[in-house]
């Protein structure tokens, strides 16, 4: 079940969280000067949000990937957490936003990533159309913007919690259109534990699925 458009004044429920609260309808927070960062407001349910005719992901069953806690080493001591990240979420400009799209939907479908938010080109006047991506229970935090250019040397990492989802990642990325760089393989110049699979997207970006973890 794809994302769905949302009309003004609507504030049927959309996605329940596991803390019982629901979505409505989306706040769009447009910072000045930061157009491209957009935000979604949550409410109780029958509490309507200011929202817009932003379109919001409508699949409130999908399963997202629970918090990862540090796994224990079978001889005893815990293994270090490498997954952790401060960066709440991440634009990348392209010059073609469908065709970024159509690879991306897929290939982070893999993962259990799917499509949040699409907002419409000009819904702030001279902003360019934009993709959120996220889990359904939290947030959009990587996102397509249009009319862009990719930037040089642009490396994406996504954490994943096995290698088996390396592997997927990897395979759908390769079905989706990218070019293989390097085969899901064990990178100890990293750290021992450390399973990525390298692709190119469409537009250049080198694009990773990382598990810190042993089989």
């Known amino acids: 079940m794809g994302p769905r458009r949302v009309a003004a004044g609507d504030t049927s429920p959309l996605l329940a969280d596991r803390a019982g609260a629901v979505w409505t309808r989306a706040s769009l927070e447009l910072g000045v000067g930061r157009g491209d960062i957009v935000f979604l407001s949550r409410a109780r349910s029958g509490h309507s ?14 399963q997202t990937p629970a918090r990862r806690q540090p ?14 990240s401060q960066i709440d979420h991440l634009n990348i400009a392209v010059p073609d936003l469908a ?5 991306y939907t897929p290939t982070l479908d893999s993962i259990g990533i799917v499509t949040i938010l699409e907002i419409p080109a000009d819904h702030t006047p001279g902003m360019p159309a934009m993709t959120g991506y996220g889990w359904p229970q939290t947030k959009p935090f990587f996102w397509l913007i249009d009319q862009g250019t990719v930037g040089t040397n642009m490396h994406l990492a996504f954490t994943v919690d096995t290698r088996d989802q390396v592997r997927a990642f990897y ?23 450390y399973y990525g699979g390298f692709v190119t997207d469409p537009h250049g970006v080198n694009l990773e699925a990382v598990c810190h973890h042993l089989e």
Not at 71 to 84: E, N, T, W, Y
Not at 99 to 103: G, H, I, K, T, Y
């Open 171 to 193: 395979q759908a990325a390769l079905a989706a259109g990218a070019e293989d760089r390097e085969a899901p393989a064990v990178h100890p110049e990293y750290h021992l534990d």
């Open 71 to 84: 796994l224990a080493d079978q001889k005893g001591p815990a293994m270090p957490d490498r997954s952790g």
């Open 99 to 103: 065709a970024a799209v159509e690879f």
């Open 49 to 62: 949000v200011s929202g817009t005719g932003a379109t919001v992901c409508s699949d409130p069953y999908r």
